[in-house]
């Protein structure tokens, strides 16, 4: 750079799940992407319409009269990972802004949603973790 100037600050997005391999993508931002100006947003993309959530919300049972430990874990799991990737992230890099943004799907199309919200927000650099499969992993 001439002048001694910085680079100029950049959006980078990671799509942030309770996986493993978010956390290696979170991983890799930070070492390998992100420099002190930029700003790092954690993407959380929820599925309102789940097949899942609405199964569950029919099937639901009354709570049991004594909390245990795993069932208190499993309703604060989703706050807890983000914040938990937020806090790993300003330690890892104390000058960089990082945020949280959760954003509900609509339809079943998760990549146009990441995509949409990369353009909304004006993002530069988008990571995404990978799903890899044994065969994968071995021969690359």
Do not use: Y
């Not at 002190?36 to 919300?57: G, Q």
């Not at 004594?66 to 890099?93: W, Y």
Request: hydrophobic share 40%.
């Amino acid at each position: 750079m001439e002048g001694g100037g910085t680079a100029p600050a950049r959006r980078v997005m990671v799509v942030a799940d309770p996986s493993r391999e978010s956390a290696g993508a979170l991983q890799w931002a930070l070492s390998h992407a992100v420099v002190e100006s930029d700003e790092l947003v954690l993407l959380h993309i929820e599925n309102a319409a789940s097949w899942k959530s609405t199964l569950s919300t029919f099937l639901r049972k009354p709570p049991p009269p004594v909390a245990t430990p795993t069932t208190a874990i499993e309703g604060s799991n989703e706050l807890d990972f983000l914040e938990e990737m937020k806090r790993l992230s300003q330690a890892s890099q104390p000058k960089v802004q990082v945020r949280i943004e959760r954003v509900a799907m609509e339809g079943k199309d998760k990549a146009a949603t990441i995509l949409s919200q990369c353009h909304s927000s004006s993002v530069d650099l988008l990571v995404i973790g990978q799903r890899r499969s044994l065969s994968t992993a071995i021969l690359g």
